[in-house]
């Protein structure tokens, strides 16, 4: 592999099609915490969280085999300390030396996960919020209601008041 490969921004991965890895460059092995010799011929199913690798098995397989491509595959990849590293994935069948292989690249997607999560707590107190507005102009109704029935009274007491007088300055 040469240097810019290997040194790209993103991971890159390529797997021969038994889905053995026969290619890592260094920057997905940073991430990951391996060596390139300790990955080098495993299968991805080494790398892959348990519900990424039955999704990989279930999804990947036959789109790269129907479409000869696969674009933006959320994954979970699992370093070497056991952290999953919520991924995505493009890949792309090719023949290499005569045999068939995927070529992976990989974009590690922490912060848009992060992103997500802002965004889903911030969705979850604008509901709240919302739910709160409507129950203080439920309140504000019922109260101004009550309110309102006061006051009939009262005008009620004060034609009351008003009559009794009348009858006192009378008699």
């Known amino acids: 592999m040469n240097d810019i490969l290997n040194r790209i921004p993103c991971g890159y991965l390529s797997l021969w099609d038994d889905n053995k890895i026969s290619d890592i460059n260094q920057t997905l092995l940073d991430l990951l915490g391996y060596d390139y010799y300790v990955l080098k011929g495993l299968s991805i199913d080494s790398i892959l969280s348990n519900s990424s690798r039955i999704f990989f098995r279930i999804y990947f397989t036959p789109l790269i085999l129907l479409n000869t491509k696969v674009n933006e595959m959320f994954l979970t990849l699992t370093s070497s300390l056991g952290e999953e590293i919520p991924v995505l994935l493009n890949a792309e069948r090719r023949e290499i030396d005569g045999q068939m292989s995927y070529e992976c690249v990989i974009f ?9 999560q802002q965004i889903t707590r911030s969705e979850a107190a604008v509901n709240k919020s919302r739910l709160q507005l409507q129950l203080i102009k439920a309140t504000l109704e019922d109260k101004q209601r009550s309110l309102s029935i006061l006051k009939s009274q009262v005008d009620l007491y004060k034609k009351q008041m008003k009559a009794l007088k009348i009858k006192l300055d009378k008699g």
């Open 108 to 116: 590690p997607i922490r912060r848009q996960m992060e992103y997500e």
